[in-house]
C-alpha cells in the first residue's frame, strides 16, 4: 500500500514540482534555468580552436566574464562580429552556447535567427518587428539568462533590428524578468572592406599581426554598418543610442592560419600525421592581394571540401 501511495506521490508530485521550478524561474531574477557558464572553457576553447584572432579572443573572453562576474548588470551583453566569410564568427557565437550552456544551438535557451530564414520578405517588415519583439519578450520571460544570435546581418532587412531597442538599454522593464541579463550576438560581414585594408596595411608595413587594436577598427566598423544602406545596422538607433557593447574584428586568415584549419580537422577524422594534405590544401586557396597573396579569400570556410578532395 505504502509502495503505491509513494508511486502515486511522485507522479503527481513530479510535475507540480516542475511547474513551481518554471515559475519560480520566471519570477525570480536569482533562477538560471539551465545556465551553467565556464568561463576558463571558452577562454580555452577560443586560444587553442580560433586561429588568427587575438582581438577577437581577448575581446569574447573579457567582455563575457566582465559581465557575468556582475550580478546585477544595468544593460545586457551585446557583440557584434564583423569580418570576412570563414574567420570565425560562426564558430565563437557557437562555442559561446557551448560553454554557457553546455549545448550550443541545441539549448532552449540560445535562439538563432537567420534573416533569409526568418525575415525573407522585405515588404514585410512591420510585421516581423511585432514577431521579433513577441519572440525576444517571451524567451526573456522565460528564461532572464536568454542567448539570442542574428546572423547573417548584411541580410536582414533595415530597420528590424530596431525593434530591440528597449531591451538593449537601461531603462526597460520586461515583467517577470531581468532582461538585463541577456547575450546578443550579431553576426555580419559588413566592414570586412575596412578590417582586410587595416590588416594588409599592417602586413605591407611589416608590423606583427598582434599589433592591431581595437582601437584602429571599432568606430570604423561602426561607421561602416551605419552608413550602409544594404546592412541590417543601416542607420539603426542601436549605433545611434551606443547600445552595443563591442564591435568585434575578425581579421583575415594568411596561409599559415589555413594550415591549421586544416591540421586541426585531420586530426578530428584521426589523420594527423597528414602533412601532405595541409600543405597541399593550403597551397590550393586562392589569396590575395595578387601581388603578395597575404590572405585567404574563403577563411577555413573551404577546408573541409578540399581535405576531402586531397585525402
Known sequence: ????LSVLFLFVYTPVCAVFQKLYCTISDSCECDFSPNIRDLEWDLYKNVYGQHLAQDIVSEEVARFLQNKSPDRPLVLSFHGSSGTGKTLVSSMLGNHLYGSAMSSPYVHQFVPTLHFPLPHRVNKYKEELKGWVQGNLTECARSVFIFDEMEKMPPGLVDVLEPFLGPSHVVFGTNYRKA???FISSTGEEVINKVALENRQAGRDRE???LSELQ???AQTAYNNSTSGFFQSRLIQQKLITCFVPFLPLSRRHIERCV???LCQQGSC?????VEAVGGNMIYT?????YFSTTGCKAVPAKINFFL
Open 263 to 265: 591540421r586541426s580537422q
Open 183 to 185: 547575450i546578443y550576438v
Open 273 to 277: 600525421g597528414r602533412s601532405d594534405v
Open 211 to 213: 599589433e592591431i587594436k
Open 289 to 293: 592581394p595578387v601581388p603578395g597573396q
Open 1 to 4: 500500500m505504502w509502495t503505491v
Open 219 to 221: 568606430e570604423a566598423i
